[in-house]
């Protein structure tokens, strides 16, 4: 049974920083390609990174370059976002992602405010 377990999101004052995990379980997790997503309230899910199973390629969309960064560690079946420079348009709820059966983890919030 495929899970995706999200924790790291919080509260963040703009220009602060944040890491977010995925612990993933019940598949090859580097078998597959991992994405996280945002969603903004009101609106459609949108990606915000994604990379490759063996980590050797990622991918950003605009907003974000340069100032979030995924990684994964194949060995502890987890995937991570480090967000840096954060403004209040990163508000969103995040989720992660996997193409083994197009599963989502549960989401966590992410608050930018001061």
């Known amino acids: 049974q495929v899970q995706l377990v999200e924790s790291g999101g919080g509260l963040v004052q703009p220009g602060g920083s944040l890491t977010l995990s995925c612990a993933a379980s019940?598949?090859?997790?580097?078998?597959?390609?991992m994405r996280w997503y945002r969603q903004f309230p009101g609106k459609e899910r949108e990606l915000v990174a994604s990379i490759s199973a063996t980590g050797g390629t990622t991918n950003y969309a605009d907003s974000v370059k340069g100032r979030f960064t995924i990684s994964r560690d194949n060995d502890r079946n987890t995937v991570y976002l480090q967000m840096n420079s954060l403004k209040p348009e990163d508000t969103a709820a995040y989720y992660c992602?996997?193409?083994?059966?197009?599963?989502w983890g549960q989401g966590t919030q992410v608050t930018v405010s001061s």
């Open positions: 992602f996997t193409a083994r059966r197009n599963f």
């Open positions: 019940g598949y090859i997790f580097s078998h597959y390609e």
